[in-house]
């Protein structure tokens, strides 16, 4: 045993030496570097955060808090600083940087909406170098840069993102999935191959023929569903349904037994209200004895019935046409009327008819009498289950603040649409004509459209509808050009001036955008005005004309005189010049020129567009609302489908008719074309 005296004297020796150890120790040490694992995992904090740990950081600390920052810049929406700060960063990092930064180069052009740069920065991309945080926004870059244009490589990136993700962002891409499906053409699934080992996607494309074969069908559509879901169990969307399907398990088919029609008929705008009226009568009876209309200011509904085709008559002698009326509160434009021949019936699809049913009741309520909110409560008083109307733009206005539990199929549409379950939007508007425009001309081919507009706010609506539609169709810069009066137009006839395919933007209002320069890469500032206006019609390949017969008449020949008659440009025009003036002379004078029209005016069905102009004494204007009426009939009596079925479509007598997800309904016109003096169906 050792002596307690050397026991102690060896521990105080050895103090000294583990006190110093831990001294040095402390001053070496540097804190771990938490960077590393932020950047293997998700951006959680906001950019403020990150850049306050870069600034306190140094060497590959920094640069790892710098890509986090950039990042996080980048989800908030502030592009212009996460480009400055991407341009700092060094050219020498170790390999898990340079994947964050590679990955960031595209997320960087989706931010500024060159498209182009971000697929091409993509393609040179291996997924599967990154870690699995990386290639859920690898995936949502492609999808970001497809503009969610129907694809088969969009598929593919929703699925290969599915497995990624959770909670509102897996709904999300299985919402995005069954979008991209739903969007795909005819052509496209018929044309469209994939590799046999790719189930997952086989199971899409089965549930998506599903749909499509019983969508007008709710029944046969739920039954259809649950097949699918027993014959693919494993399917993503098996287990997630979209949110679109998912609303199909609880559908309900609303009862329309009794209608409460809502209509100005009294005032200015009351012609349009007896139109619609006439329509939605025609449609009901089928020939038969008209609805009854109530008073609203009447105590006792049956008090002060009157037959409506004799309120109509009374009305027809009073105000003729919607010339004679001011209708600012109904579309802000008034509408132009013409009598006239009627024009060559072309040979089109004829509209399905609107499905009878003589045991609904019908009560018509005058909203020029009473408020709306007491015509509601009047209407559900009465044992209303459903309310077609109302058809000013200022009472579609107030039902956002309507407490109502009954279903309502407006006729017309506000300006911010508010979806709400029980309401559905259908109007006649030059915006819905402006967007089938669109579609149109894309789906045609042509990609660098001109606006030609009146100088009004009818013009700025169109441009603002057709724009908006063109940027989602993934379209770039859309031209416009305004003109005045006919006066007008005819001194640019006689000083031989013509008009000249040019415009200006129409995102010209907003600030110019300064070139940017991402890894090397160079993206250019759009445009100016000046630099657009000042080149060839060259560029335009597709002219968009909303414009009166008198004014169209003046304008195409004019466009002949500046771009010769052999111009390639094709010429489009909305149903506005289209009001049953066409003669022999008109027709020869407008040969090549496209124009949209209503399935009841293109001559599918002559008797009822004999029957329609009849009622409304030619006017078009008025027919057009007529068949509006007549639509309404049969979307009231599919108003449960059309809210509550996804893709859901009747085949009217405005259009064929769709809803969005609002409950917006959307028309699709047939397209005319005039040749060698006949009207033809284009294309």
């Known amino acids: 045993m050792?002596?307690?005296?050397?026991?102690?004297?060896?521990?105080?020796?050895?103090?000294?030496?583990?006190?110093?150890?831990?001294?040095?120790?402390?001053?070496?040490?540097?804190?771990?570097?938490?960077?590393?694992?932020?950047?293997?995992?998700?951006?959680?904090?906001?950019?403020?955060y990150y850049l306050q740990q870069m600034q306190q950081s140094a060497d590959d600390s920094k640069t790892t808090w710098q890509l986090l920052a950039i990042h996080a810049l980048l989800g908030e929406g502030k592009t212009?600083?996460?480009?400055?700060?991407?341009?700092?960063?060094?050219?020498?990092?170790?390999?898990?940087?340079?994947?964050?930064?590679?990955?960031?180069a595209p997320e960087i052009k989706v931010a500024l909406k060159?498209?182009?740069?971000?697929?091409?920065?993509?393609?040179?991309?291996?997924?599967?170098?990154?870690?699995?945080k990386q290639q859920a926004r690898y995936y949502q870059a492609v999808i970001d840069a497809s503009q969610n244009r129907p694809s088969l490589a969009l598929l593919r990136a929703y699925i290969a993102q599915e497995p990624m993700l959770k909670g509102t962002t897996h709904q999300k891409n299985i919402d995005g999935t069954w979008q991209a499906l739903t969007q795909l053409t005819p052509e496209q699934m018929n044309t469209m191959v994939?590799?046999?080992?790719?189930?997952?996607?086989?199971?899409?494309?089965?549930?998506?023929?599903?749909?499509?074969?019983?969508?007008?069908?709710?029944?046969?559509?739920?039954?259809?569903?649950?097949?699918?879901?027993?014959?693919?169990?494993?399917?993503?969307?098996?287990?997630t349904l979209p949110t679109q399907l998912s609303n199909m398990q609880n559908y309900q088919q609303a009862s329309v037994g009794k209608i409460a029609l809502l209509l100005p008929l009294n005032g200015q705008a009351a012609v349009f209200g007896r139109a619609i009226q006439q329509g939605f009568e025609a449609a009901k009876n089928n020939g038969s004895a008209p609805v009854a209309a109530v008073s609203a200011s009447a105590q006792m509904p049956d008090a002060s019935v009157q037959p409506a085709a004799e309120q109509t008559t009374t009305d027809a002698n009073a105000v003729a046409s919607p010339s004679d009326a001011s209708v600012s509160d109904l579309t802000n434009e008034q509408a132009a009327t013409q009598s006239a021949p009627q024009p060559a019936q072309p040979a089109v699809q004829s509209a399905?008819?609107?499905?009878?049913?003589?045991?609904?009741?019908?009560?018509?309520?005058?909203?020029?009498?009473?408020?709306?909110?007491?015509?509601?409560?009047?209407?559900?008083?009465?044992?209303?289950?459903?309310?077609?109307?109302?058809?000013?733009?200022?009472?579609?206005?107030?039902?956002?603040?309507?407490?109502?539990?009954?279903?309502?199929?407006?006729?017309?549409?506000?300006?911010?649409v508010q979806n709400r379950p029980n309401i559905c939007y259908f109007a006649l508007s030059p915006e819905d004509e402006a967007r089938d425009?669109?579609?149109?001309?894309?789906?045609?081919?042509?990609?660098?459209?001109?606006?030609?507009?009146?100088?009004?706010?009818?013009?700025?609506?169109?441009?603002?509808?057709?724009?908006?539609?063109?940027?989602?169709?993934?379209?770039?810069?859309?031209?416009?050009?305004?003109?005045?009066?006919?006066?007008?137009?005819?001194?640019?006839i006689n000083s031989g001036s013509g008009i000249a395919l040019t415009g200006t933007p129409v995102t010209s209002s907003a600030p110019q955008q300064e070139a940017v320069t991402i890894g090397g890469l160079t993206i250019p500032a759009p445009p100016t005005d000046a630099q657009i206006t000042a080149g060839s019609s060259e560029g335009v390949d597709a002219a968009y004309i909303v414009a009166t017969p008198d004014e169209v008449a003046l304008i195409k020949p004019m466009i002949a005189?500046?771009?010769?008659?052999?111009?390639?440009?094709?010429?489009?025009?909305?149903?506005?010049?289209?009001?049953?003036?066409?003669?022999?002379?008109?027709?020869?004078?407008?040969?090549?020129?496209?124009?949209?029209?209503?399935?009841?005016?293109?001559?599918?069905?002559?008797?009822?567009?004999?029957?329609?102009?009849?009622?409304?004494?030619?006017?078009?204007?008025?027919?057009r609302l007529y068949a509006m009426g007549i639509d309404a009939w049969s979307l009231a009596n599919h108003f449960s489908q059309i809210r509550q079925v996804p893709g859901y479509q009747v085949n009217g007598n405005t259009g064929t008719l769709s809803a969005n997800q609002d409950c917006v309904i959307n028309r699709k016109l047939n397209w005319l074309k005039f040749s060698q003096g006949q009207i033809i169906p284009a294309g």
């Open 194 to 239: 994939i590799n046999a080992d790719e189930n997952t996607l086989q199971g899409w494309l089965d549930l998506q023929r599903v749909w499509n074969d019983n969508r007008n069908d709710p029944n046969m559509l739920k039954a259809g569903i649950k097949d699918w879901q027993t014959r693919y169990p494993q399917n993503p969307g098996a287990k």
């Open 114 to 132: 060159d498209y182009a740069g971000a697929n091409a920065l993509l393609t040179g991309l291996d997924p599967s170098a990154f870690n699995k």
């Open 561 to 623: 005189m500046r771009t010769g008659s052999r111009s390639n440009v094709q010429l489009y025009a909305s149903s506005r010049s289209s009001q049953g003036v066409n003669g022999p002379d008109f027709r020869l004078e407008m040969e090549g020129l496209q124009f949209s029209e209503i399935p009841m005016l293109s001559g599918g069905n002559s008797s009822l567009q004999q029957q329609a102009l009849s009622a409304v004494r030619n006017d078009y204007s008025l027919a």
């Open 2 to 48: 050792l002596p307690s005296k050397f026991i102690r004297s060896k521990a105080g020796r050895c103090l000294p030496v583990v006190l110093a150890a831990l001294v040095f120790a402390g001053c070496t040490t540097k804190a771990p570097d938490r960077s590393a694992a932020h950047i293997q995992g998700e951006v959680t904090a906001d950019s403020a």
């Open 80 to 104: 212009q600083q996460a480009v400055e700060l991407y341009n700092q960063l060094p050219q020498e990092m170790n390999n898990d940087r340079r994947l964050e930064k590679t990955l960031l």
């Open 437 to 492: 425009a669109a579609n149109h001309i894309w789906q045609e081919g042509h990609r660098a459209p001109l606006l030609l507009v009146p100088r009004s706010a009818l013009g700025d609506r169109v441009t603002s509808a057709f724009s908006a539609e063109w940027q989602k169709l993934g379209g770039g810069i859309v031209l416009q050009q305004k003109f005045g009066s006919v006066g007008e137009l005819k001194q640019g």
């Open 352 to 416: 399905a008819s609107a499905p009878a049913n003589p045991s609904a009741e019908v009560k018509i309520y005058d909203t020029s009498s009473q408020p709306l909110d007491q015509l509601l409560a009047q209407a559900q008083q009465d044992g209303a289950t459903l309310v077609v109307g109302p058809l000013l733009k200022n009472n579609v206005d107030r039902l956002a603040n309507s407490t109502t539990s009954l279903n309502i199929l407006a006729l017309n549409q506000p300006e911010n």
